[in-house]
């Protein structure tokens, strides 16, 4: 009889400290995917403030691409007003595309790329991009983490009603930006 009544204590407190694990677990991801989304917010801000900086650069010499200019300026505004991964993700798709035309146009300003103002302001916008990248990849890895906690069996069974109800949203590339990345680099001397 005895036996039985420490049988069925031990049983409850591993079946609370399987709870207890799987909630605090559940918690530790969240929050850490809450910190590296921060991470990758803090980063578009720094990008998001150096474009005033690379505009003002480009139309000393480009005056009369005011449409790229105007393209960029609302680009960066939409961007700024994102909010989640997935709105984040689409805001920033347009935005790199206005930055392209905005660098096609500097292309076509050989004293402009010689500028040292023009060169340390794309150094420190390729810096910001990769860090960009690498907040990306870790936030990426982190919902990775959650998600798939959150969806293992015996948590699954565990979480609803620990209140993680939905995934983590990813913060992925859209296709034409995959297909993109995927080419090769076309190198010219």
């Known amino acids: 009889m005895v ?15 399987f709870v207890f694990s799987s909630y605090n677990g559940l918690v530790r991801l969240n929050q850490q995917a809450d910190e590296a989304w921060s991470d990758i917010t803090v980063q578009l801000k720094r990008r998001y403030d150096l ?10 010499y480009a005056a009369h691409e005011k449409q790229v200019f105007e393209d960029v300026t609302l680009a960066r505004a939409k ?26 146009v500097a292309e076509n300003y050989p004293d402009l ?3 040292q103002n023009f060169q340390e302001l794309q150094a420190e916008l390729v810096d910001t991009e ?8 870790f936030y990426n890895g982190i919902v990775r983490e959650f998600n798939t906690k959150r969806q293992t069996f015996p948590t699954r069974i565990f979480a609803n009603k ?3 109800k939905n995934n983590k949203e990813y913060f992925e590339l859209d296709e034409a930006q995959t297909a993109e990345v995927e080419q090769p680099v076309n190198v010219q001397f």
């Open 3 to 17: 036996f039985a009544i420490v049988a069925i204590v031990i049983i409850i407190l591993l079946a609370l400290a």
């Open 51 to 60: 474009i005033p900086n690379l505009v003002s650069s480009v139309k000393g």
């Open 79 to 104: 961007a700024l007003g994102a909010n989640g991964p997935a709105q984040t993700a689409q805001a920033e798709n347009q935005f790199q595309s206005t930055l392209k035309s905005l660098f096609a």
């Open 113 to 115: 790329k010689a500028s």
């Open 130 to 137: 990769d860090k960009i990248q690498a907040s990306r990849r």
């Open 162 to 164: 620990l209140g993680y």
